[in-house]
């Protein structure tokens, strides 16, 4: 058996019970084969890659908090420390329902390739909590944050692990959490990225993600001769990364028409008003309804069983912004059939294996999240930087870098797929360059 079948199987024996890891597994090695069976030898000597799919260290601990009732209420806390072959670890924190030790090991799993990817100092990390932040008063926000730092502080810094956001993890908990690191460790450092901007953060990071969504799709475009104007888009998500996707690729001359929460997605073939999306989802945190209520020119769905809605309406570009898995082979086949032409993944994971084989083998153009979507924790580590100097740079500087990285990310993935003979072929292309770069640091640090 090759030696890239081992470690699969290797990870599905040792990580039982976690789809999503052996998901993201696969979907890597599988990439990878072509360079691992090119000196299958020495990496097998090395053990290399049982090294990589294997987290340098794993925290799961105990959350306990009081509601606004007086009830003791306890969630489980994770922070999966992957590797840092290359720099501290860095990747966010999600709290949602749903959050589990795979879901957050196939994060942390890709974070190790995003980060790369940048080109930036970066070792690859995840962590989060089971807890949902839906229906919370501010006060049990804080609470919960507050609980949650005082155990994962002892395993995080500036220069070991600098966590950030994720799903349900924006600005008002950074914030919580930010508050309770310093008054435990009594020090003014740059350990979380996604901070309030008048206590370390970056200009442009809320914005990095979405918009370095767009800007390396609009690469893509520019290297098939094409551009975003007049462009139909259909994106999937409400939260920072869809919004400012939207925002984004509206300014350069697109026609975003969809956008989706957890309960139902909003067609509205105007044109999405950001404004108001924002309004409705960042200020007052409320249901897509409430933008249907405010526009004649939308239709609202509520979502049904197994149906993903936005995946059928006709567009040129699709921008899945949401969650994992939420693009599947039904969704695939629609767009297909409508005609789009390229999709590039805002969230992790969000199209099956399924769904990303069917759409490449149909001549989509398909860039996957671990390079479209290294915008943000690219000007994370840009934040960092300017913590480092005691510094601030001005939201020009920062978006002309973002610019400058994803233009960069397309070339590198670009190059790297034409080398091994897969031409076009973005998701291969991602793996092999993120991948590259980590073994050839993890070689030279010895076996640790
Ligand atoms: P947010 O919490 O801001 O928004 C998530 C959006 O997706 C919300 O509209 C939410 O609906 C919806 N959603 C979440 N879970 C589900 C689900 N199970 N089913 C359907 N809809 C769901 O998160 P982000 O925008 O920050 O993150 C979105 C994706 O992008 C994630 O995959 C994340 O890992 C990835 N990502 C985020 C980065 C960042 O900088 N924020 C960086 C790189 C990747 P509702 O409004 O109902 O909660």
């Not at 008002?172 to 979380?192: A, M, N, S, T």
């Not at 004649?296 to 809605?309: D, F, M, T, V």
């Not at 992790?348 to 996957?368: H, K």
Request: charged letters at 25%.
């Amino acid at each position: 058996m090759s030696y890239v079948d081992e470690i699969y199987d290797y990870v599905v024996a040792k990580n039982q019970a976690q789809p999503e890891f052996h998901q993201a597994v696969k979907e890597v090695l599988e990439s990878l084969r072509v360079v691992i069976e090119a000196n299958e030898e020495e990496y097998r000597k090395q053990a290399l890659l049982e090294r990589l799919v294997t987290p340098e260290r794993q925290i799961l601990f105990r959350v306990p908090w009081v509601d606004d009732n007086g009830q003791v209420q306890v969630n489980n806390g994770f922070r999966i420390q992957f590797n840092s072959a290359i720099g501290p670890y860095k990747g966010g924190l999600r709290f949602h329902p749903s959050v589990n030790l795979g879901i957050i090991k196939f994060l942390g799993f890709e974070q190790i390739f995003k980060n790369s990817l940048t080109g930036l100092p970066i070792g690859g990390g995840k962590g989060g909590s089971d807890f949902d932040p839906k229906g919370k008063s501010d006060n049990e926000i804080m609470k919960f944050c507050q609980s949650f730092m005082t155990e994962l502080y002892r395993h995080i810094g500036a220069d070991t692990d600098v966590p950030a956001g994720d799903i349900g993890v924006g600005g008002r908990e950074i914030g919580f959490l930010y508050g309770q690191y310093k008054r435990i460790r009594d020090v003014y450092e740059g350990v979380l990225t996604g901070k309030g901007l008048t206590y370390g953060g970056s200009l442009a990071r809320t914005e990095a993600t979405g918009y370095g969504l767009v800007y390396i799709t609009n690469e893509l475009l520019k290297d098939h001769g094409q551009t975003m104007e007049g462009k139909t888009v259909v994106v999937s998500g409400a939260g920072n990364v869809a919004i400012y996707a939207i925002q984004k690729a509206q300014q350069l001359g697109a026609k975003c028409v969809t956008c989706s929460d957890s309960t139902g997605w909003i067609y509205d073939p105007e044109g999405i008003d950001v404004e108001l999306l924002k309004e409705v989802k960042e200020v007052k945190r409320a249901r897509l309804t409430e933008y249907a209520a405010a526009r004649k020119s939308a239709e609202y769905h509520e979502k049904k069983n197994g149906e993903h809605g936005v995946w059928n309406i006709k567009c040129d570009i699709a921008l899945p912004c949401a969650t994992q898995n939420e693009l599947d082979l039904d969704d695939a086949k629609a767009l297909v059939a409508n005609g789009v032409y390229a999709v590039c993944e805002g969230a992790n994971m969000p199209s099956t294996i399924e769904a990303t084989q069917y759409l490449q083998q149909n001549g989509v153009q398909f860039i996957c999240g671990k390079a479209s979507n290294a915008g943000g924790v690219a000007t994370s580590a840009l934040e960092m930087s300017q913590n480092s100097e005691r510094l601030s740079w001005t939201f020009e500087e920062v978006d002309a870098k973002l610019q400058g990285i994803m233009a960069n990310i397309y070339k590198n993935i670009s190059e790297a797929a034409k080398k091994y003979g897969k031409e076009g072929d973005y998701v291969a292309g991602a793996n092999i360059a993120g991948f590259l770069k980590v073994a050839e640091a993890m070689k030279a640090q010895g076996i640790v």
